[in-house]
Structure formats: structure tokens, C-alpha cells
């Protein structure tokens, strides 16, 4: 099995000042289109997902998380529910708005997406500030469940994104 932190380091790219100056972009993209490098990927964040205990459904956040959430539901058999940018889900929504390193944005899941106490996994590919993260943390607890924790492959401890999680179990599989 190839170490999933050798095949990241070689194959994750940094492209500086994009999409905009003084940022650093982690570009997965190329990690993902590598056989062993998906494979490992996977593997990895499956391992951590089960370290956090029974998860009833995983989550992820549009776009990059979407790559992601899915593989970790299948492996752990349980449902996926998608975390969207505003506009894009049709029935009735729970709604939050967030600023992250660049942007600022809302997400939304559907107010039936989750049943009372179900316990959520949320995945994403990058934790930078925090804000994407604690807002999907604010959705999917205004919908009554419980956030089991959430896994990243890239965390940015420079920004601070960790202390924005406080109380929610964090797992990254990488740090730059
Ligand atoms: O910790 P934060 O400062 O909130 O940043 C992390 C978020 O930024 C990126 O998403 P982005 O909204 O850029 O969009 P994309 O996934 O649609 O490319 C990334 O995929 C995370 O969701
Ligand atoms: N530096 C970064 N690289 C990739 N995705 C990000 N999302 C927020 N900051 C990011």
C-alpha cells in the first residue's frame, strides 16, 4: 500500500498569489488523478473517519468536499448528504453565511437532510480559516444532529482554522 503522506507530498501542488495575492493554493487535483494517490487518499480518510466512532451519515461541503464525502460514505455504508452553495437546493433550507481565506459565501442543507441526534461526519478538502467548517458545524446543529467530528486531507494551522472548530473533533491528514 503506497503511504498516503508520501504519495500527498509529491503530488498535492502549491500555486502561489491564486486567486489572489499572498494566497498559497493547495491544489489537489493532481493527487486525485493519480491511481495510488486516490487510493491512498481514500484509505486514509476512511481510517479516520472510523477512528471518530459510529457515524450515521457522512457530509460534504460543495465543491472540493464533494470529491471527497462520498468515497468515506461508501466504505462506512452510510448515506451522504451534500452541504451546497445558496441557491442550488430545492426544498426547504437551513441556511448560513461565512467568510473563508478569500471569499465569503453561504451554504445550505435541506432542513430534513438529517434526523434528530444523527450523528454527522463532515468532509472537506481544506481547512483554512475554519469558517466553511464551523459553518456547516452551525447547519447541521440547527438541524438536531450531532457533529461526530470532521476530516480535512489539508489543514493551514497559520490561519487558525482549528480554533474556530472548538468542541468538534478534528481530523487532517495533512499539514502545510
Ligand atoms: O477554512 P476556510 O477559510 O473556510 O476555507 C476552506 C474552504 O475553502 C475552499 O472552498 P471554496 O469555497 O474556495 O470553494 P470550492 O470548494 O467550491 O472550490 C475549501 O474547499 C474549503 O471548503
Ligand atoms: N490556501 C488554500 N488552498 C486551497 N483551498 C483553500 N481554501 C481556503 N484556502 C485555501
Redesign the pocket.
Given at each position: 500500500m503506497t503511504d498516503f503522506k508520501q504519495v500527498a507530498d509529491r503530488l498535492i501542488r502549491a500555486i502561489e498569489d491564486w486567486p489572489e495575492d499572498g494566497?498559497?493554493?493547495?491544489d489537489i487535483t493532481p493527487l486525485l488523478a493519480h491511481p495510488e494517490g486516490l487510493a491512498a487518499t481514500v484509505k486514509a480518510l476512511v481510517d479516520a473517519a472510523r477512528a471518530l466512532g459510529p457515524i450515521d451519515v457522512v457530509a460534504g461541503v460543495e465543491a472540493r468536499g464533494f470529491l471527497l464525502a462520498p468515497l468515506i460514505a461508501e466504505a462506512l455504508g452510510t448515506g451522504l448528504v451534500p452541504v451546497r452553495k445558496a441557491g442550488k437546493l430545492p426544498a426547504a433550507r437551513i441556511t448560513e453565511a461565512y467568510a473563508?481565506?478569500?471569499a465569503e459565501a453561504v451554504i445550505e442543507i435541506h432542513a430534513d437532510a438529517v434526523t434528530e441526534g444523527a450523528r454527522v461526519l463532515i468532509v472537506d478538502?481544506?481547512l483554512?480559516t475554519g469558517g466553511t467548517l464551523a459553518a456547516a458545524v452551525r447547519l447541521f446543529e440547527r438541524a438536531g444532529a450531532e457533529v461526530a467530528g470532521a476530516v480535512v486531507l489539508i489543514e493551514?494551522p497559520a490561519l487558525g482554522g482549528r480554533d474556530a472548530l472548538a468542541g468538534v473533533p478534528l481530523t487532517a491528514l495533512l499539514e502545510y
Open positions: 494566497v498559497t493554493f493547495r473563508l481565506e478569500y478538502d481544506v483554512a493551514l
